[in-house]
């Protein structure tokens, strides 16, 4: 009987915990849903009826469906580039045995250690000569270098690939791209979807690459046109506004997890379980 | 047996494909990552601007890092907001990894609690910083109106404009964001663990304590450690919530919560001393690149040395 009690107890702490973790969000969305005088003088979780007014505030400052379709823009791009040629450098990494295999694979351990966030002034620069600022291009191209990724499935691929299933491929005549399209990217295709949920949820969430990099506030990727608010000191008048804001900026995200929450696990428990 | 000979020549040609399939990757990686980490050397090395010339200065910047107490109050900054973070984050990660793992209790439903812990961790800084931006605003904020209103506190608490609590505000947002992440990684490690030790040490009639202090405990050090470090060096590169949280560079109230990197992008994007900010990088960079060799040495040495 004690014990039942004590697994009671825990299942309220456990329970209480998710309630902390979700308030938050739950305040966010009841509170896009209250005009600024209701929010100001009380607090509840029963919606009200300004929703609308909200949304025409927001919008009087900015447009977030061009928001998330900047941020789409960049993150579906970035995240196909990566996913693909970093599937392609590990395949090459791990499949042939060329100079210098040895040599990229060191080189790729070194840079996982090196944050790239410090480097941000040189890339500043790098992007500067290029004459990019201000477009996308430097917040999608260097998607195709990802060197977590590569590492990652390089070790996949040593766990799911079979040489002999190549060598009988390469039998029949196949060449080696084929091979690699029609073969080892179905087989690598979990590894490489783990990879590619968390570089999307990366590159959308990203703030200070594209707080740097973008001068037109028409360009702006969500997270930086939600981070203008803070600029514009009229609408923290309204805070309604505010919450409807962050919370349309929060949905897209939500989907994601709603649909892929096993594979972002996966992905994480992955990090855990080294040997 | 002419046969051979032309496998054996296709070997190497195939071998050399190895080249096609790695070529984007390095040709990008050198291009974006490599030349701007050495770029930010050099520069570190200038007095540039940002535009115009560079002249060469030699040790000048990273002289001034040394002795700059602002440099050196970001970092302590940074150091504070972390640690009572990693305190709390790794706490509950590690609270919640013996109840989950506890083979008497048999807790269910690990993957909606799993799930629902992290999901905090997937929305942006940005939305979260002025989600509770406004949820802990001095006057109008939800918080203040809660504790106000059940008589918890006499009068609303400035969250966000004291430095006693400005700075730890940010953490206990960082250990909410951060929290179910480490406990995913620590769940995992005692997922690997073979359910045999809990259930000799349970037939052994070992307590909870014991089991959890000789068995669960030292397994998953390794995992901790490996938790630990990677938060510290995400940490030590803290941007995006006190930037926002704070409202800009200056780290209000009174520099309270001013990060290295807030203090960094203050140089390199503000007042044009790019220099300046790249050997702060470069110092940054070194305690950085220190602690992920740690980390890599822990991770892996030790498995090297045990082959």
């Given amino acids: 009987m004690a014990a039942k009690a004590k697994k009671s107890i825990l299942y309220i702490i456990l329970i209480l915990l998710a309630v902390i973790c979700l308030m938050p969000f739950a305040l966010m969305m009841v509170n896009a849903t ?35 379709l900047n941020s789409l823009i960049v993150s579906v791009p970035a995240t196909l580039l990566s996913s693909y040629f970093s599937a392609m450098a590990a395949y090459g990494l791990v499949m042939y045995k060329f100079k210098g295999n040895k040599f990229i694979s060191g080189v790729i351990i070194i840079f996982m250690m090196i944050p790239g966030q410090l480097s941000m002034i040189g890339f500043y620069d790098l992007i500067t000569k290029m004459h990019m600022i201000d477009t996308y291009w430097p917040l999608i191209l260097p998607a195709i270098a990802a060197p977590g990724t590569v590492f990652f499935l390089r070790q996949y691929c040593e766990g799911a690939l079979q040489p002999a299933l190549i060598e009988a491929a390469r039998m029949d005549g196949a060449k080696e791209i084929y091979i690699f399209h029609k073969i080892i990217l179905p087989l690598m295709s979990p590894g490489i979807a783990t990879m590619a949920i968390g570089a999307f949820i990366g590159s959308w969430n990203s703030y200070l690459i594209p707080l740097i990099l973008l001068n037109t506030p028409e360009k702006f990727t969500l997270p930086v046109m939600i981070a203008s608010l803070n600029a514009s000191t009229d609408i923290t008048a309204n805070q309604g506004a505010i919450y ?3 919370a349309i900026s929060v949905i897209p995200i939500l989907i994601v997890f709603a649909f892929c929450s096993k594979y972002i696990i996966g992905s994480i428990s992955a990090g855990g379980v080294k040997e | 047996m002419g046969e051979k000979a032309v496998p054996g020549k296709k070997k190497r040609n195939i071998e050399s494909t190895g080249y096609f399939f790695v070529a984007p990757f390095v040709i990008a990686f050198i291009i974006f990552s490599v030349y701007p980490v050495l770029r930010t050397f050099y520069l570190s090395f200038t007095d540039y601007k940002g535009f115009g010339d560079a002249a060469l200065t030699g040790g000048v910047n990273y002289l001034r890092v040394l002795q700059d107490k602002f440099f050196w109050r970001s970092l302590w900054n940074t150091a504070k907001i972390w640690s009572v973070n990693i305190v709390l984050q790794l706490g509950l990660a ?16 690990l993957a909606v609690f799993r799930a629902l812990y992290y999901l905090p961790n997937l929305i942006a800084a940005t939305s979260v910083a002025f989600l509770f931006k406004t949820l802990l605003d001095w006057r109008y904020g939800t918080l203040n109106q809660i504790l106000v209103g059940s008589g918890a506190v006499g009068s609303p608490v400035n969250w966000l404009g004291s430095t006693a609590t400005a700075p730890y505000v940010i953490s206990v947002i960082s250990a909410w964001m951060w929290f179910g992440n480490s406990f995913i990684m620590l769940m995992a490690g005692v997922q690997g663990i073979s359910k045999d030790y809990f259930e000799a040490a349970a037939i052994d009639g070992a307590g909870r304590m014991k089991t959890f202090t000789r068995i669960t405990l030292p397994l998953l050090k390794p995992i901790m450690l490996y938790v630990g ?16 949280i704070s409202g800009g560079t200056a780290g209000n109230p009174s520099g309270s919560t001013q990060t290295v990197v807030m203090y960094l992008y203050k140089f390199g ?19 950085i690149f220190l602690f992920s060799a740690l980390q890599f040495k822990v991770m892996y040495g030790r498995k090297k040395g045990g082959n």
């Fill in chain 1, 244 to 246: 409807l804001a962050v």
């Fill in chain 2, 94 to 109: 590690l609270a919640l990894t013996i109840v989950f793992s506890d083979i008497k209790y048999k807790i269910r439903g």
């Fill in chain 2, 269 to 287: 994007f503000e007042t044009n001393q790019v220099g300046y900010a790249s050997a702060i990088a470069y110092v940054l960079f070194i305690i």
């Fill in chain 2, 229 to 244: 470090i990677t938060s510290l060096i995400g940490g030590l590169q803290m941007f995006d919530l006190p930037f926002l």
């Fill in chain 1, 34 to 68: 209250r005009s600024g005088s209701e929010i100001v003088h009380s607090f509840t979780l029963i919606p009200s009826n300004a929703l609308a007014q909200n949304w025409e505030t927001v919008s009087g400052y900015f447009d977030l469906f061009k928001g998330i």
